[in-house]
T-cell receptor, first 116, second 114 residues
Framework: AQKVTQAQTEISVVEKEDVTLDCVYETRDTTYYLFWYKQPPSGELVFLIRRNSFDEQNEISGRYSWNFQKSTSSFNFTITASQVVDSAVYFCALSEKGQGAQKLVFGQGTRLTINP | KAGVTQTPRYLIKTRGQQVTLSCSPISGHRSVSWYQQTPGQGLQFLFEYFSETQRNKGNFPGRFSGRQFSNSRSEMNVSTLELGDSALYLC?????????????FGPGTRLTVT
């Protein structure tokens, strides 16, 4: 069965600190897709990144970077030089191949608070 | 391009009533998925519709149902409401041309059952 674990329930840091959000997943499929979403107080989930199981290349987008390691079933998210606007709940999600792969299994989320 | 829209944004219902929520996907998107978000259970997948057919279904009782129209708009219905149905209901749409196509979420409908 699919499962996504975000062990960090809440993280609080001071602005400009780097912060890493952990995500560990379980799946029996060899082809799957991993995602990160951000949920600001407004409630709408904002898509951040998608990763395919066969592409372990890490990715950097501005202050955001993602580290995908199949050997440890982890897909961690790092924010460099955090800003107050980064405060939100962040969700890691997994979908498996088949049936359009549109069924997302989410972790419990990590509430990130960036203090000025 | 307009994003995913959901109506109504807020709803208060009484136990035992039924409710219908609406979702309009991004233009051109053929897949619409519904999720329930509660503090206790987190984000849980309800079902997905693709070209008017239910393609995926989560583990929810039959009181939860949905449908999709030919213009890809979708509705979900909850009958015989229970207090535990109070939640934020999120709709997401996707091109779904490829399996890896990401989902884009609407602002949600916050349902309160009293």
């Amino acid at each position: 069965a699919q499962k996504v674990t975000q062990a960090q329930t809440e993280i609080s840091v001071v602005e400009k600190e780097d912060v890493t959000l952990d995500c560990v997943y379980e799946t029996r499929d060899t082809t799957y897709y991993l995602f990160w979403y951000k949920q600001p107080p407004s409630g709408e989930l904002v898509f951040l990144i998608r990763r395919n199981s066969f592409d372990e290349q890490n990715e950097i987008s501005g202050r955001y970077s993602w580290n995908f390691q199949k050997s440890t079933s982890s897909f961690n998210f790092t924010i460099t030089a955090s800003q107050v606007v980064d405060s939100a709940v962040y969700f890691c999600a997994l979908s498996e191949k088949g049936q359009g792969a549109q069924k997302l299994v989410f972790g419990q989320g990590t509430r990130l608070t960036i203090n000025p | 391009k307009a994003g995913v829209t959901q109506t109504p944004r807020y709803l208060i219902k009484t136990r035992g009533q039924q409710v219908t929520l609406s979702c309009s996907p991004i233009s051109g998107h053929r897949s619409v998925s519904w999720y329930q978000q509660t503090p206790g259970q987190g984000l849980q997948f309800l079902f997905e519709y693709f070209s008017e057919t239910q393609r995926n279904k989560g583990n929810f009782p039959g009181r939860f149902s949905g449908r999709q129209f030919s213009n890809s708009r979708s509705e979900m219905n909850v009958s015989t409401l229970e207090l535990g149905d109070s939640a934020l209901y999120l709709c997401a749409s996707s091109l779904a041309l490829r399996e890896r196509d990401e989902q884009y979420f609407g602002p949600g409908t916050r349902l309160t059952v009293t």
